[in-house]
């Protein structure tokens, strides 16, 4: 499926985007306490950096580039044509920031407490790997290797981008724990 068809289909890359921060059977908690608990909660786990060997494209967090980056040297080292660990992957990561850069910025919104400038900085962060991830869905992902060697260059451009988008999300994530995240 290409970009410009998996656009079409509704609700994807939307940019609107209604959150439900309640959980079943618990007491309701105000919208910004519900945001400062999932604020902590999804910190630990992006900042996850624990390798699931036994299963290489799970893990959250950090994590998830290493282990990316390793399936594209697995693809290369095998001589394969096609670059069978991008899609959908990189679709479901692009939705993925996507939808956390929006949390932080909801977040900038509803919690007075926090450091705005911090989180302005993880946002721009966001913003990039946004930036980087729609570049290549345009121009590198549509186009198919022709021949191993070809498939070869294009992945390590692939752990090019991807290793650029981790240092951008470390970036991101150690401005917020400038808040005290860890702790909130």
Same mark, same amino acid.
């Given at each position: 499926?290409?970009?410009?068809?998996?656009?079409?289909?509704?609700?994807?890359?939307?940019?609107?985007?209604?959150?439900?921060?309640?959980?079943?059977?618990?007491?309701?908690?105000?919208?910004?306490?519900?945001?400062?608990?999932?604020?902590?909660?999804?910190?630990?786990?992006?900042?996850?950096?624990?390798?699931?060997?036994?299963?290489?494209?799970?893990?959250?967090?950090?994590?998830?580039?290493?282990?990316?980056?390793?399936?594209?040297?697995?693809?290369?080292?095998?001589?394969?044509?096609?670059?069978?660990?991008?899609?959908?992957? *990189?679709?479901?990561?692009?939705?993925?920031?996507?939808? !956390?850069?929006?949390?932080? $910025?909801? =977040?900038? @919104?509803? /919690?007075?407490?926090?450091?705005?400038?911090? *989180?302005?900085?993880?946002?721009?962060?966001?913003?990039? !790997?946004?930036?980087?991830? $729609?570049? =290549?869905? @345009?121009? /590198?992902?549509?186009?198919?290797?022709?021949?191993?060697?070809?498939?070869?260059?294009?992945?390590?451009?692939?752990?090019?981008?991807?290793?650029? =988008?981790?240092?951008?999300?470390?970036?991101?994530?150690?401005?917020?724990?400038?808040?005290?995240?860890?702790?909130?």
């Amino acid at each position: 499926m290409s970009f410009g068809n998996l656009k079409r289909y509704s609700e994807w890359y939307a940019k609107d985007c209604v959150m439900v921060l309640i959980k079943p059977g618990m007491k309701m908690n105000s919208v910004v306490d519900k945001c400062r608990e999932t604020l902590r909660k999804g910190y630990v786990l992006l900042s996850n950096k624990r390798h699931l060997f036994d299963q290489p494209l799970a893990g959250y967090g950090v994590v998830i580039y290493d282990n990316w980056c390793e399936e594209l040297r697995k693809e290369t080292n095998q001589d394969l044509v096609d670059i069978k660990c991008m899609f959908p992957h *990189f679709f479901i990561h692009y939705e993925g920031k996507l939808r !956390i850069r929006e949390f932080l $910025e909801l =977040c900038t @919104h509803l /919690m007075q407490e926090i450091d705005k400038s911090a *989180f302005k900085t993880a946002i721009s962060k966001y913003d990039e !790997i946004l930036s980087i991830s $729609e570049k =290549c869905m @345009h121009e /590198m992902l549509p186009k198919t290797p022709l021949n191993a060697a070809e498939a070869g260059i294009k992945r390590q451009a692939y752990i090019g981008i991807l290793q650029r =988008c981790k240092e951008l999300e470390e970036e991101a994530l150690a401005a917020i724990s400038s808040y005290g995240v860890k702790s909130v």
